[in-house]
C-alpha cells in the first residue's frame, strides 16, 4: 500500500513541516466530526446524545454545530 503524502509529512524532522501536518489533521478531524454530528441528527440523535459521544457537554455541541 502506498503512504499518503500526509503520513509522509509525519516522518519528516522539519518543524514546519510536522506543524502543517498537525493543522491537516485537525482540518480532516473537523471535516469528519461535523459529517458525523449530521448524520447524527438526520438519525433524530438529541445534543445530549452527540455531546455524550463527543466527550463534550450538549450546550457544546450546539454551539458548535447546531446552525
Known sequence: M?????????????PAVLLRAVGALHRLAEQ???AAV????????????IGDALGVSRQSAHTKHGK
Do not use: C
Not at 499518503?4 to 519528516?12: F, G, M, Q, T, W
Not at 449530521?38 to 446524545?49: D, L, N, P, S, V
Open 2 to 14: 502506498e503512504e499518503s503524502p500526509l503520513v509522509a509529512r509525519l516522518r519528516s524532522h522539519d
Open 38 to 49: 449530521a448524520r447524527a441528527r438526520a438519525e433524530g440523535w438529541t445534543w445530549e446524545q
Open 32 to 34: 469528519v466530526e461535523a
